[in-house]
T-cell receptor
Framework: GAVVSQHPSRVICKSGTSVKIECRSLDFQATTMFWYRQFPKQSLMLMATSNEGSKATYEQGVEKDKFLINHASLTLSTLTVTSAHPEDSSFYIC?????????FGPGTRLTVL | GENVEQHPSTLSVQEGDSAVIKCTYSDSASNYFPWYKQELGKRPQLIIDIRSNVGEKKDQRIAVTLNKTAKHFSLHITETQPEDSAVYFCAASLWTTDSWGKLQFGAGTQVVVTP
């Protein structure tokens, strides 16, 4: 089946710094990728939809200037958490769409000290 | 927008018994309903999906049923095994070739299979 990678798997950073997370579709091209945030024992919360070659579409309540998304190619989307604060600590998961099916990356555990 | 409700939130079953998880959706236009399994700290894995033109789909011990009139769909796991223990999420989306196909997820069901 389709494979999606995500890097890094875990990152610890100081408050005020920026962190970039990469999401790659390894064996297929993905015009559309999605970024989710997941809190412990909760469901996946869609943050934004990333479309190759165009601006991302953010869900209501998600700050686009804080969570910068770039979908530079058909196999790569990046999420940059700018000026991270402890409340941004979470599990971030991307997915890539092939047809109607979304395949998920392994997630990135972000801890902001 | 679409709203998906999922029940129960936790489900404990004895090994070998069946497990059933139910979801309801609000948008009658939704036409694609996947189920994902997520183990602790891991990625959600697609286990089965169903489209609105089909009433039932089965894959070995897993089956999904869809009632479009009532706007609900269910996951059935038969002969449960300890490795079935995980959180299961249902989701719904409106899929067309022109759409993004955003998924609306249910809250999840923690399934625990005891030997």
């Amino acid at each position: 089946g389709a494979v999606v990678s995500q890097h890094p798997s875990r990152v610890i950073c100081k408050s005020g710094t920026s962190v970039k997370i990469e999401c790659r579709s390894l064996d297929f091209q993905a015009t559309t990728m999605f970024w989710y945030r997941q809190f412990p024992k909760q469901s996946l919360m869609l943050m934004a939809t990333s479309n190759e070659g165009s601006k991302a579409t953010y869900e209501q309540g998600v700050e686009k200037d804080k969570f910068l998304i770039n979908h530079a190619s058909l196999t790569l989307s990046t999420l940059t958490v700018t000026s991270a604060h402890p409340e941004d600590s979470s599990f971030y998961i991307c997915s890539a769409r092939e047809g109607e099916t979304q395949y998920f990356g392994p997630g990135t555990r972000l801890t902001v000290l | 927008g679409e709203n998906v409700e999922q029940h129960p939130s936790t489900l404990s079953v004895q090994e070998g018994d069946s497990a059933v998880i139910k979801c309801t959706y609000s948008d009658s236009a939704s036409n694609y309903f996947p189920w994902y399994k997520q183990e602790l700290g891991k990625r959600p894995q697609l286990i089965i999906d169903i489209r609105s033109n089909v009433g039932e789909k089965k894959d070995q011990r897993i089956a999904v049923t869809l009632n479009k009139t009532a706007k609900h769909f269910s996951l059935h796991i038969t002969e449960t095994q300890p490795e079935d223990s995980a959180v299961y999420f249902c989701a719904a989306s409106l899929w067309t070739t022109d759409s993004w196909g955003k998924l609306q997820f249910g809250a999840g069901t923690q399934v625990v299979v005891t030997p």
